[in-house]
Antibody, heavy 116, light 107 residues
Framework: QVQLQQWGTGLLKPSETLSLTCAVY????????WSWIRQPPGKGLEWIGE???????NYNPSLKSRVTISLDTSKNHFSLKVTSVTAADTAVYYC??????????WGQGTLVTVSS | DIQMTQSPSSLSASIGDRVTITCRAS??????INWYQQKPGKAPKLLIS???SLPSGVPSRFSGSGSGTDFTLTISSLQPEDFATYYC?????????FGQGTRLEIK
């Protein structure tokens, strides 16, 4: 089964850019969309966006102006950038494969805290 | 955007109980719904895809049903490891929307 491992900066100041990367082990990018999801402390899950193996992206309109998801097939990873972060962006961020068919594979989660 | 209304938001039950969680979509989504289980500090785990399909390794006490706008997740006989939070997720169209979650607690 495909395994996802993610990493990135855990503590940011307001107005900085959040940057996370998710590496894919044991599979290729073909045939699925690759998503980012976040979960504020004690709250529910919010889909951020996704990218296909060909680089086609879909974003949540609530975040679209600040979000970029990209893909590097040579390194077998995909990335998330969120600009101009505020305290409202504090959350555990997850990468996942295939929300469109039910996501069997998830990253371990990264807590990102935005604080001055 | 599609809205997913999940109920109840919390539920207390005993070992061996039969439990049902429901999700209602704001428009027809056919059978494009998935269900997840999440334990504290862990990533969600897929329980049901396409309304009623169990991935390999998911115990048969979990089942899903429904189509159109109304869906249910049923646990036929609660086990100690089932106490967790459960989420539905529509996969009919983006932005993908999750239900608000159902926290299942031990009575």
């Amino acid at each position: 089964q495909v395994q996802l491992q993610q990493w990135g900066t855990g503590l940011l100041k307001p107005s900085e850019t959040l940057s996370l990367t998710c590496a894919v082990y044991g599979g290729s990018f073909s045939g699925y969309f690759w998503s980012w999801i976040r979960q504020p402390p004690g709250k529910g899950l919010e889909w951020i966006g996704e990218i296909s193996h060909s680089g086609r992206t879909n974003y949540n309109p609530s975040l679209k102006s600040r979000v970029t998801i990209s893909l590097d097939t040579s390194k077998n990873h995909f990335s998330l950038k969120v600009t101009s972060v505020t305290a409202a962006d504090t959350a555990v961020y997850y990468c996942a494969r295939g929300l469109e068919v039910g996501a069997l594979s998830w990253g371990q989660g990264t807590l990102v805290t935005v604080s001055s | 955007d599609i809205q997913m209304t999940q109920s109840p938001s919390s539920l207390s039950a005993s070992i061996g109980d039969r439990v049902t969680i429901t999700c209602r979509a704001s428009q027809s989504i056919s059978t494009y719904i998935n269900w997840y289980q999440q334990k504290p500090g862990k990533a969600p785990k897929l329980l049901i895809s396409a309304a009623s399909s169990l991935p390999s390794g998911v115990p048969s006490r979990f089942s899903g049903s429904g189509s159109g706008t109304d869906f249910t997740l049923t646990i036929s006989s609660l086990q100690p490891e089932d106490f967790a939070t459960y989420y539905c997720q529509e996969s009919y169209s983006t932005p993908f929307i999750f239900g608000q979650g159902t926290r299942l607690e031990i009575k």
